[in-house]
Each structure stands twice: as structure tokens, then as C-alpha cells.
């Protein structure tokens, strides 16, 4: 079926041609002359597989909407971890040239690759897009500049209201426990206290926000970016006790099992080749049979779907939003996660308060551990922070009405460097060459909507990563990657991409050649 683009669509407009005889072409709607409104919409530490339309069990009803209206992509990828990620979406360059290399610090002297706050010599999605004529909103997780003047309005944003850090308490803000600076919601460009008489509950909150930004943007016809950036699935495990109780006892199977089940409707539905065989338990991983609690174990992973849950629940009510007010039409929304399932503290995750409140509630503090984020990367190896596939692999699913076939798949590979470029080409945006006085670091992504769009384009020469010496490029079928501590792994990702046949000593001189791309792009880049 042939599909008309926005592009197509204003030149036979300028010609003479109108509509007539493309409506019918661009799936069923009718095509727009206005530039879109784009709608990009991140979740923390959500593993490959948990939604539904990716071959998870939790209920994403509204995610999975999306996909059956859109495209979703197979083989997309992420930074990694949080911070890299959000910069590299936010900027559409590499992590490290973007400032964020490693993690945030409380220390805002800090300059160079890792200074742990957007780079000045960057420009965000909001600066690269308001000068073109769009209004620009950000709710939810910011953690890419912990300090003024480093927050959203000072990065383009015209209105946000969010968290500025990392994970934190969902219930209370102020009970959060974990290391580093405290945290602190924002409205604006200024600290917000939340509302201390049980009505808070962060995802909420964040959806809350949007969905005002967007009733109050109304049917305007100035388009709009919007980011909302959820911090669900993130530890702590905190959630509304009846999406807890929905979820209670479908994970008593245990890891294993679901491991097993995911994997089989990943090949029925085709995201996966069933020629890539599911990776082994991850070796620090518990097996479920010897589990000793199981009662705490089955009712974390609850919790934790309970949150994707509620989120899902949120981004209904911003596409009803959408809807209400005539937008729905003419917006790309993305959805992704900012890196594979989160292993931190161990096969069974931490309790930080161990004071016996059960798991979900304001003051407990826990996380659901390696070995369910083991199955929540299904089929692939490894977590957040590493760079093989479960560290990097991320859903996005592409929504646009008169644009993308729904229903479809794309294996064409793109990674979140990509956004930037993609919303500059809806918007018709010249990527700025100086900002605030400085030259701009040059944009590193390729716009993703001739892909979408139902076509190809030229793919990235290479991908790289770096992450607390954490490595790996992939070009084309070909990845080496390593551990901070190993030694290098070659991989053929079309035969293999779930990493488990090294290849390295088979064809060393295609190791040593994309060692030495990597090396070179580690001097390019500030590795």
C-alpha cells in the first residue's frame, strides 16, 4: 500500500493537487498540512518484555494501543542507563557529548564528558524546536542537572512540573532512601511541596500534570513537544494497594517460568527469531525452586507490575486528553524505556528499611532484585549499566494517524540519539549551528520518519557505548561488546542477537576492526 507523507502532501497542496486522491492513501485519514505535535513519552528501568505487546503478561492495555495503531520497532536501543539516556534523547548526541557519560553529581563545578549535567554547548528538543514555532512541555523525571541553572526552564521548557532527580519515594518524597542529594519535585522553576494527606502518589502526579498542559494547550494550532518522563517502573516498590491486589498471584510460578512463557509468545508474535535461542539463567540468579521466601518474592513482582499499570493508566488519560481536545490526528506519540531491567542489590533485591511494612506501602523500601529483572529482559542477557542486548534494548513503539500502517514492525535498527533528528524533520526545525553564544556539538541522530513512514533509510554506520567502562559498538549485523572487567565478545546479531556464541576468536580480524571504530569514536566523542 502506497503512503502519503506530510511532505508529499504540501507539495501537491502547493501545486494545485489539494487532497484529492490521497486520503484514502495515508491509512485511512485523512492527510494534514499542519506539523505535527509530538508527544515523547520515557519509563525507568522497564525491562524488554514486560508489556504486553512485547510479549509481557502485565496489563498494558493503552501501550498496547498504541502498537496496534502504530509501528513498533524490534531493534531500538538506549544509552544504557538513566542519565545517558535522557541526555541523548534530550540533545540527540552521544551521552558524553552531551556532558553525561556517567551519572549526575551533586557537584555542579564538574566539566568534560562525565560533569553530570547537560553540556552548554548542546541544545535539548525545546531550544531546537521553539524557534521553529512550537510550545514546549516536559512532566515527570528531569536527572540531567540536579541544580539550577540546569532544570528544564533553563533548557528550553516552558512549562514542567516533575522530579529534577533520580528514583525516589513515590508516596512521600521526603522518605526517599537513597544515596546522593535530596530530592525535590518542581513546578516550573520552583521546589513544590507535595500534599501530605495521602492523596500523592507520583505517577499520578506526573500524569496529572500532562494531561492539564495538554487541556490547557487545547485546540490551539500552534504545535507542541511534549516529554513525559515517568519514573515507573523505578524502584522503590510502591503502588495503590487494589493494583497490587490485581496482580497477586500471577507471579507464584516464579523467574523461570516466566522466562519460559514470555519467550514463546516473543517467537509467536514475532519480535524475536526463534532461531535466537533464550539465554541461560543469568549465573547470580536464584532458581525459583529454591527461593525461600516466595510469598515476599511473588508479591515484589506484583508491585512492580502494578506500577507499570498505573502508568499505563496515566498515558490513557493523555491520549484521551489528546483526543478531547481534536489533537489526537496529528501527533506522533513515542513510547520507550530509558534502559533494560534494573538487577541492583542482588538475586532477590534490598530492603532499605527492613521495619516488616509490607512491600508497596509509603514506608516500605524495596526492589524486585536480579533474578525478576532477569526475566524481565527475556530473552537477553545482562541489565541496566552493561551494554549487551538486556542492557540496551528498549520497546518504542511509533504512533501517528494517516502515517504509520497499524500493526506494523520495523527490525531496522535506531537508537534514542535518533529522536532529536526525527523531531527537527516533523517540524521542519534547522538544527542550530551556535546557541547562547557557543558552537553546537554536531547532531549525531537520523531522523526515524522515513522508517516509520513505512520506507528505509540509510542506517548509522555504527553505534557505540560506553558506560562506567561498560563498552560495545554494533555495525550493522556485528557487535563486540565487554564487560568493564572482560574481554571483548563478537557477536552476529542476526543469527545470534540474544549474545551467546562469542565469535571473537572465529573472526578476529572483524573484532579487531570494530575495536579499532570504537577507539576511535571514544576519541571523538570524550570516552
Request: glycine share 10%.
Amino acid at each position: 500500500m502506497s503512503q502519503v507523507t506530510r511532505r508529499t502532501f504540501i507539495r501537491s497542496a502547493a501545486m494545485g493537487a489539494g487532497a484529492i486522491g490521497l486520503s484514502a492513501a495515508a491509512w485511512g485519514q485523512p492527510p494534514t498540512e499542519r506539523r505535527p505535535n509530538i508527544v515523547v513519552i520515557m519509563c525507568d528501568d522497564m525491562g524488554y518484555s514486560d508489556i504486553g505487546c512485547y510479549g509481557g503478561e502485565i496489563p498494558t492495555p493503552n501501550i498496547d494501543r498504541l502498537a496496534r495503531g502504530g509501528m513498533r520497532f524490534t531493534q531500538f536501543y538506549n544509552a544504557a542507563r538513566c542519565c545517558p539516556t535522557r541526555a541523548a534523547l534530550l540533545t540527540g548526541t552521544y551521552p558524553h557529548m552531551a556532558g553525561m557519560g556517567g551519572m549526575v553529581h551533586g557537584d555542579d563545578s564538574r566539566s568534560g564528558p562525565y560533569q553530570g549535567y547537560l553540556a552548554p554547548d548542546t541544545v535539548t528538543l525545546a531550544e531546537a524546536l521553539r524557534p521553529a514555532g512550537y510550545r514546549a512541555y516536559m512532566s515527570g523525571k528531569w536527572h540531567v542537572g540536579e541544580h539550577k541553572p540546569h532544570w528544564p526552564l533553563n533548557r528550553g521548557f516552558e512549562r514542567y512540573f516533575g522530579l529534577v532527580n533520580g528514583g525516589a519515594n513515590y508516596w512521600n518524597i521526603e522518605k526517599t532512601k537513597a544515596p546522593g542529594v535530596k530530592r525535590q519535585l518542581v513546578r516550573r522553576d520552583e521546589v513544590w511541596q507535595q500534599p501530605t494527606d495521602g492523596s500523592f502518589y507520583m505517577t499520578d502526579a506526573f500524569s496529572d500534570h500532562a494531561v492539564e498542559v495538554i487541556d490547557g494547550h487545547g485546540e490551539s494550532s500552534e504545535p507542541f513537544l511534549h516529554y513525559v518522563a515517568y519514573t515507573a517502573p523505578h524502584w522503590p516498590l510502591h503502588a495503590w494497594p487494589e493494583d497490587i491486589e490485581r496482580n497477586r498471584g500471577r507471579y507464584r510460578k516464579g523467574w523461570d517460568t516466566l522466562r519460559n512463557e514470555r519467550y514463546e509468545r516473543m517467537v509467536e508474535m514475532g519480535i524475536i527469531d526463534p532461531a535466537w535461542d533464550l539465554s541461560p539463567r543469568d549465573h547470580r540468579a536464584l532458581p525459583w525452586r529454591d527461593v525461600e521466601d516466595k510469598d515476599l518474592m511473588e508479591l515484589k513482582m506484583a508491585v512492580y507490575a502494578a506500577q507499570i499499570e498505573c502508568m499505563d493508566r496515566g498515558i490513557g488519560r493523555i491520549l484521551d486528553a489528546l483526543e478531547r481536545n481534536g489533537q489526537a490526528d496529528n501527533t506522533l506519540v513515542l513510547f520507550l524505556s530509558d534502559n533494560g531491567a534494573c538487577h541492583e542489590s542482588g538475586p532477590l533485591g534490598f530492603d532499605r528499611r527492613n521495619n516488616g511494612v509490607p512491600c508497596g506501602r509509603e514506608d516500605s523500601y524495596m526492589s524486585y532484585g536480579l533474578s525478576w529483572a532477569n526475566a524481565s529482559n527475556t530473552p537477553f542477557r545482562q541489565f541496566k549499566h552493561w551494554i549487551h542486548e538486556g542492557g540496551i534494548s528498549t520497546p518504542l513503539i511509533a504512533h501517528w494517524p494517516g502515517h504509520i500502517e497499524p500493526g506494523s514492525w520495523t527490525s531496522q535498527t535506531g537508537h534514542v540519539i535518533d529522536i532529536m533528528a526525527t523531531c527537527l524533520d516533523l517540524a521542519e526545525a534547522e538544527y542550530p549551528q551556535e546557541h547562547g553564544g557557543r558552537a553546537v556539538r554536531p547532531l549525531q541522530g537520523r531522523s526515524l520518519v522515513p522508517v516509520v513512514e513505512g520506507g528505509a533509510r540509510e542506517p548509522h554506520e555504527f553505534l557505540a557505548w560506553e558506560h562506567y567502562g561498560n563498552r560495545g559498538i554494533r555495525n550493522g549485523r556485528w557487535k563486540l561488546v565487554a564487560d568493564s572487567e572482560g574481554a571483548w565478545e563478537l557477536y552476529d546479531l542476526e543469527a545470534d542477537r540474544t549474545e551467546l556464541h562469542d565469535l571473537s576468536k572465529d573472526r578476529p580480524e572483524k573484532a579487531q576492526d570494530l575495536e579499532d571504530r570504537y577507539h576511535a569514536w571514544c576519541e571523538r566523542v570524550g570516552v
